[in-house]
């Protein structure tokens, strides 16, 4: 599997967890508060490791940075609207109103992030991304990539 490929399952991974929190959110389902707050530093954990894998890649781009601005651009905006929802969801506690709703939003959010990733602007890093440069960042994200360790 390819750093793209991974990072691709990884987010709709992510995604998956969160909208299980909002599914059983304890004010609709068996989940206690405490099991919701632990799942959802779980999920937030997990997301901020992907959002800082991308960076790892596009510290590596090198001279193709500037074929890639606009796309980069996008994709670090959308990272830092993501990022704004967590730090939302942060700030309110794990029973009140609106917590059900802004972890909903940081799926929602990174769905819309993962689909723009996936379809454009993945294909983009890999058609600028040297095979060198693609073998550092493999290199860099080996110690987070499941099984990599394995295939070496």
């Keep these: ?3 793209f490929e991974f990072l691709t399952e990884e987010a709709q991974s992510v995604v998956r967890r969160l909208n299980a929190v909002v599914e059983h959110y304890p004010a609709t389902a068996d989940w206690t508060w405490d099991q919701a707050f632990e799942e ?4 937030i954990s997990m997301l901020t490791e992907h959002l800082k894998k991308e960076t ?12 890639l601005v606009e796309p980069m651009s996008k994709a670090a905006e959308q990272r830092k609207d993501i990022n704004s929802s967590v730090d939302n969801v942060l700030m309110i506690h794990v ?7 802004g972890v909903k939003q940081i799926a929602e959010k990174l769905t819309d992030h993962n689909e ?16 060198n440069s693609l073998q550092n960042i493999q290199d860099q994200l080996q110690f987070s990539l499941p099984g990599a360790a394995q295939q070496s």
Excluded: W
């Design 95 to 101: 029973d009140e109103a609106g917590f059900k709703e």
């Design 56 to 67: 790892v890649i596009e510290s590596n781009v090198g001279d193709a940075a500037q074929a």
């Design 40 to 43: 959802t530093k779980k999920d």
């Design 116 to 131: 723009f990733c996936s379809r454009d602007y993945y294909p983009l890093l890999q058609k600028h991304i040297s095979a």
């Design 1 to 3: 599997m390819n750093v």
